[in-house]
């Protein structure tokens, strides 16, 4: 199981940046960040796998950027005009190293940071 350990949380005006990022034992093929607002279910923010290919939800799509470095072994997230309802609680997961399409539900992510909070004011 790849060990995760998420940084860069904090609080932030709206309309301001943040860039998280998660320091990894092992990237597998498929990397991802998910967020989770009280009362709501954990949802994929974005994924990305070992070529680059990357998936936003519709709601970060054009704000938030995701990458990583493969020899550093970590996964970034990039968060421009962060809006209140972007805040939650953020993790890092992995998926099994056999998933090669990335677009997957938290259920199919099996390892998973300890999750960093993210708070934004209005």
């Known amino acids: 199981q790849v060990q995760l350990v998420e940084s860069g949380g904090g609080s932030v005006q709206a309309g301001g940046s943040l860039r998280l990022s998660c320091t990894a034992s092992g990237m597998t093929f498929c990397m991802a960040w998910f967020r989770q607002a009280p009362g709501k279910e954990r949802e994929r923010v974005a994924s990305?796998?070992?070529?680059?290919?990357?998936l936003y939800a519709d709601s970060v799509q054009g704000r938030f950027s995701i990458s990583r470095d493969s020899v550093k072994k970590i996964l970034y997230l990039q968060m421009d005009s962060l809006k209140p309802e972007d805040s939650g609680i953020y993790y890092c997961?992995?998926?099994?190293?056999?998933?090669?399409?990335?677009?997957?539900?938290?259920?199919?992510?099996?390892?998973w940071g300890q999750g960093i909070q993210v708070t934004v004011s209005s």
């Open positions: 997961a992995a998926a099994e190293p056999s998933r090669t399409f990335c677009g997957l539900p938290a259920s199919d992510y099996k390892s």
């Open positions: 990305n796998s070992h070529y680059g290919q990357v």
